[in-house]
């Protein structure tokens, strides 16, 4: 066995469904991830096996045994990419949405770092391992749009450092709720775990990092505002967490959104729709810019109809 936990129910854990209360406890674990160990025996209550709807009592002894990590190996599949731009050193994707970037527990098929490895063989940088092969930079599953990819550890680093000096131009658009009053405005708040639910980020002074995101009013629709957001650096689920921040958190978005989702976006909508750089073997800088998706832009015309 890779590690033991042993957890003893306090009064907070009451009642509290056993998959729960470890996700919440174990950051490292997630509810799946944990529902697997469950069925498969590594998880006891008081010396005994139980099952994942299990309702903790007071006091109780939760031993959680995971397994060693078996080794992971990314593996090509044959899965189309939308490539806005390619040559040796790099290519430019239009990742859908419902896409993962890169394989990881729960998503080990269909990722676009599996699609990458067909397309490309063995042409792509080794700087973030077998399962990251030429990801320089990610977005989240259900958020399109562009991606750069590094064919080779030059331009890795490259671009790499051009993103940590926030040379590197990101732009997206999204649809947020409420009606912002600006024209524009700037978000400059530390983001960081979020201090309770551990899968979260949140802007937070502890353990966190500093995050800029500016924004612009592309239209107004009542209820609902059209935006144009430029990263200036690049935080997990900056946009998501700064406009929540503001009161005006992104449609669809079911971690940092309303309880009432908007459940025919399937996630947040948010776009990755313009990607600017300089070129690691040219110098020369290009910028890239993408169409709305359809999901995106049929949404926009839905709202039209409702504000009119």
Known sequence: MRESICIVVDESGVGVRIDRLLSDKIESLTRSGLSKLIADGNVTVNSLCISKNYKCRMNDNITVNIPDAQPLEAEAENIPLDIVYEDDDLLVVNKAKGMVVHPAAGNYNGTLVNALLYHCKDS??????????????????????????????????????????????RAYQAVCYGNIKDD??????????HP?????????????????THYEVIKRYGDFTHICCILETGRTHQIRVH??????PLAGD????????????????????????????TNKYMEFKTQLPQYFDDFLKKLDNQSR
Do not use: W
């Open 124 to 169: 792509l940088s080794g700087i973030n391992g077998v399962i990251r092969p030429g990801i320089v930079h990610r977005i989240d599953k259900d958020t399109s749009g562009l991606l750069i990819v590094a064919k080779n550890d030059k331009a890795h680093l490259s671009l790499a450092e051009q993103i940590k000096v926030h040379s590197f131009h």
């Open 184 to 193: 524009e405005g700037t978000v400059h708040q530390p983001i960081g775990r």
């Open 196 to 212: 309770v639910e551990r899968k979260k980020m949140a802007v937070t002074d502890k353990n966190s990092k500093d995050a800029i």
């Open 243 to 248: 406009m929540a921040y503001t009161g005006h």
């Open 254 to 281: 079911p971690v940092y959104g309303p309880k009432k989702v908007i459940t025919k976006l399937n996630g947040q909508c948010l776009h990755a729709g313009e990607i600017g750089f300089v070129h690691p073997r």
